[in-house]
């Protein structure tokens, strides 16, 4: 679990929950960092409507997922005079003397149109490119460095410096750039920051002719929604998006407006009042925000970027072993849907047997209170009768009982197929009930009678009780899929998910992620693993366990994991057996002393028994036992289902502890005191005094209990296999 790239050694933050490293039922990942690499590369852009750049490798492959997707057509891969080449080459940047030598583009079209100046919008766009971030720069040996808080903002500044557009320096309230060798500087006026909620950044800067204007980059989503519906360019980016997602590739659409003087006067005086805002600072900006960037319907779509993120190694590998171990991996991503489904298929959590459900479809579903009953495509094997028989029950359950909390066993699904569910974060909110809360003006309010305010609190009861409903439908109908896929969501809805599963499953949950947009996540759920990635290292500082690469989960869980749940189920009920043993010798002993204060054993023994006489044994199976070495655990993942059906320790488990504790301390005080009873030595005089009883059954004690140690590893190994092989059987049978 050592990664040498980068000298990063697994470590373990807690030393509370290793035993739980074995039980776990649902892992929440991210993926950004944690299933990839994290290291951004500019693939592809659309600019006007028109697409530009291919991968190197060829014109034309087939996307990953289901054969009947067909190919994907990425872009044109031209030469300078725009013909299609039939075996693309590498760009020559070495007219740029700014230009990075480690990146790569092959699209030479794009360049001739870039150094010919006559197309407006290609300069737009890259002038957006490099001036809309938060990057800071230095210079060391005649070579620019760039700092940047995200990848993302890293490679599109990147891209737009080898594309000519080079960002130079930046002071409190300028940016210079380098625009086709030709120096310039930009008064900047404002930086609306980027966050989780808002998924968008934007500055405003004044141009050296006087022009105000606003440059915005985003996700598609919060584009669109200020865009004009009839947008010239908007149909055209809109399918160029949907190429890139489909080739599993980060985007980003880009825009801007002109702003009046007189306009962003009247703006600057609200925005330096929020920002000087003493309390709800935040909120206050945010509101600010939206008011000049609400006006985006009249700017202009200039296009969309393409970043690629490569999947780490191992990954693939990594999830069917956890899933063979009957594991549930759920993907939480602030991605496209479209993305984050082929990441999907990248990483095999999705295959080609797999039926893929939205959550678009599935809304009357869980709707259940207003559902009407249709069988929608992907949905073809669920039981309109279940559904109806569903309902029904949740009525008559509610109606008998205000505080029945019985779990219903009909499942939304019929079958033994492998479904995974991809939602959005928009419709996460919509079905959870998670709106937003607005703020609440001043108003003048009289008092309620009290029949008015029972009719308040029985309405807020029957809206809790639904929001509760709806949640606990979507936990099911979630949980009886194979995989889920959360896409454009926030830290606060991942977060959210995994306190839900807690909630109504009542299982045993891992987070893992590698930026600070997973720490709420992270500390969530019952465990928290982090990566040490490209994002800095709050996301470790948070985290139960780290290291360096997803891969390492695998090992981190059905080796360690199991082993650790093994041993502590080991420990504990040797540890009951051998004091059950041991205390239940005096309840026997009290009734042949009249219930008096005196002991079965020594002092001494009763000191040294837990401190000396018993501890090695079971100190040596909690720090060393291995029931199975450490590559059968991984060759076979079923193993691991050992601790999460808790079969090695529970109730029953515990009272057999119990009873053959009781068993042997009935063994132990009665044959050495039928022994001794009434025995005479050779000169008449009885042998058997209080002394020798008393070290006769503790020299049993220490010889049986050490003696069951070593049996119980037997039992615990024995018990492994035998699991893995009826859960073999029955998988076989289904």
Known sequence: ???????????????????????????????TGTLTQNI?????????????????????????????RGPCVAG???????????????????????????????DHYLIEQIRAGKDPEIHKFFLLLAICHTVMVDISDGQLNYQAASPDEGALVTAARNFGYVFLSRTQNTITLSEMGTERTYDVLAILDFNSDRKRMSVIVRESGGNIRLYCKGADTVIYERLHPRNPKREATEEALDVFASETLRTLCLCYRDIDPEEFEAWNKKFLEASVATTNRDEALDKVYEEIEQNLIVSQLLGATAIEDKLQDGVPETIARLSKADIKIWVLTGDKKETAENIGFSCELLTDETTICYGEDTRQILRLGLIQLQVY???????????QTRLENQRN???????????????????????????????????LLEKKKKKKKLKLKFPRTAEEEKKQREKRQRAEAYKEQQQQNFVDLACECKAVICCRVTPKQKAMVVELVKKYKKAITLAIGDGANDVNMIKTAHIGVGISGQEGMQ????????????????????????????????????????NFAFTLVHIWYSFFNGFSAQTAYEDWFITLYNVLYSSLPVLLVGLLDQDVSDKLSLR?????????????????????????????????????YGAYLKTMGQDGEAPSDYQSFAVTAASSLIFVVNFQASQLGFLSSGAAFDSSSHDNKQKAAL
């Not at 725009?82 to 790569?104: C, I, M, T």
């Not at 495509?377 to 559904?387: E, G, Q, T, V």
């Not at 079969?647 to 029953?652: E, V």
């Open 636 to 672: 076979f993942p079923r193993l691991y289902v050992l601790g999460q059906k808790d079969l090695l320790f529970n109730y029953k488990k515990f009272f057999l502890s119990l009873l053959h504790g009781a068993v042997t301390s009935l063994i132990i005080f009665f044959i050495p």
């Open 539 to 578: 996301a470790v500082m948070s985290s139960d366990y780290s290291f360096g690469q997803f891969r390492y989960l695998q090992r981190l869980l059905l080796v360690h994991g199991r082993w650790s749940y093994i041993r502590m189920c080991k420990f504990l009920r040797y540890f009951f057996y051998k």
């Open 40 to 68: 951004m590369t500019f693939k592809k852009c659309c600019i006007n409507g028109q697409r530009y750049g291919k991968s190197v490798a060829g014109q034309l492959w087939l996307c990953p997922g289901p054969p009947n």
């Open 397 to 431: 359950r509610a109606g008998s009982s205000a505080h029945a909390s019985q779990r219903m066993d009909e499942p939304f699904f019929q079958g033994s197929r492998d479904r995974a569910l991809i939602i959005t974060g928009s419709w996460l909110n919509e079905i």
């Open 76 to 106: 044109d891969c031209r030469d300078g005079a725009g013909q299609l080449q039939s075996h693309p080459e590498q760009v020559d940047f070495s007219w740029n003397v700014y230009a990075d030598g480690k990146f790569s583009f092959c």
């Open 1 to 31: 679990m050592y990664y040498p790239e980068k000298d990063t050694a697994a470590k373990a933050r807690t030393t509370t929950l290793n035993e739980q490293l074995g039980q776990i039922h649902y892992i929440f990942s991210d993926k």
């Open 377 to 387: 495509p992907c949905f073809f094997p669920i039981s309109s009768a279940l559904l």
